[in-house]
């Protein structure tokens, strides 16, 4: 064969496959980008683990009218322009291919509107065909994305999505894990129509206990510490769990780099080591903790899901972290009664 370039949908069918593994990277994509436009309130609406309906409503910015065929193309964000912006953003999307990608793997509709808008517009796209001619819509301010019959048209990955319930439980603790991050936004998610979880914007100290209480369990709040640290333009806040409550598994872990949920192991070792002394062999440490740093000093685009994270200066961070957990550790007051969980 000779060579050839790929038609656009394949290339964003290719993309695709990075960014959408599953119902729940869908959700993460929309509700970042909603993070992303300043909404206040995020309503999340699932149907059968995702595979039918996922959609997304806020009352963010919205996208003009003119621009909402070039939010379905690839390479178009409004978030970046140069090398510089990308070194510094502090936007959670940048890299213009989340929606393009799920629009080539469902079937996909854009609702949007601006402040001052006289109406809202919609646009459609579904893997095969597109109707970038926007149509008028009663949507309020805001943006919705409905995605509708995830991987109908790639049965090879259709394959793959697990049960209904294994694909919702994903998206919950997606859901959940997003919600520690930002407390200023109300979060509504749905199951079949059924409501599983409201929580509203949460300012104020003793709400944010709440949410954290409702999301990790009301223990936490109890058996934990909270920090806040800063040195070298480094800032770590959040609650690290005393050394008598541990988990079985890792799963009370909270990890945000500039409000980002990251897994990184520069990070997990420094934590481990903090815990070393302290915690028996085999227990997991419980903790929800913000790492906030210049976004010049950790590189964001390592991964095409952004999971992952490169510092710069990975050894002053690891340090950082180590002897804020260290001394927080440190600080607990011996003999300090508490309960172990599993
Ligand atoms: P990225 O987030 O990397 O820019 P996306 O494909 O996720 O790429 O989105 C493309 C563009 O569409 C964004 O840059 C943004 O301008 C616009 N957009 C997407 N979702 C929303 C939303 N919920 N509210 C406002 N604008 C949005
Ligand atoms: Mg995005």
Redesign the pocket.
Known sequence: MRIHLLPTQLVNQIAAGEVVERPSSVVK??V???F??G?RQIHIDIEQGGARLIK?R?D????DKD?LPL?LSRH????ISTLDDLEHVA??????????SISSVARLTLI?RTEGADCAWQVRADGTESNFDPQPDPHPK??T?DVRDLFYNTPARRKFLKSEKTEFDHIETLIKRMALSRFDIGFRLTHNQKEILNLKPALAPAEQEKRIASICGSAFIDQCVKIDFASSGLELTGWVGLPTYSRSQPDMQFFYVNGRLIKDKLVAHAIKQAYQDVLYHGRQPVFVLYLTLDPALVDVNAHPAKLEVRFREGRLVHDFLFSALHRSLAEVRPGQQQNTVT
């Not at 963010?60 to 996208?63: A, D, L, M």
């Not at 178009?76 to 978030?79: E, L, V």
């Not at 940048?94 to 929606?99: C, K, P, S, Y």
């Open positions: 994509e929309l970042e980008n909603s992303d436009a909404a997304i806020d963010g910015s919205g996208i621009d939010a178009a964000t409004s978030k936007s959670m999307g940048f890299r213009g291919e989340a929606l393009p949007s805001g943006t994305v």
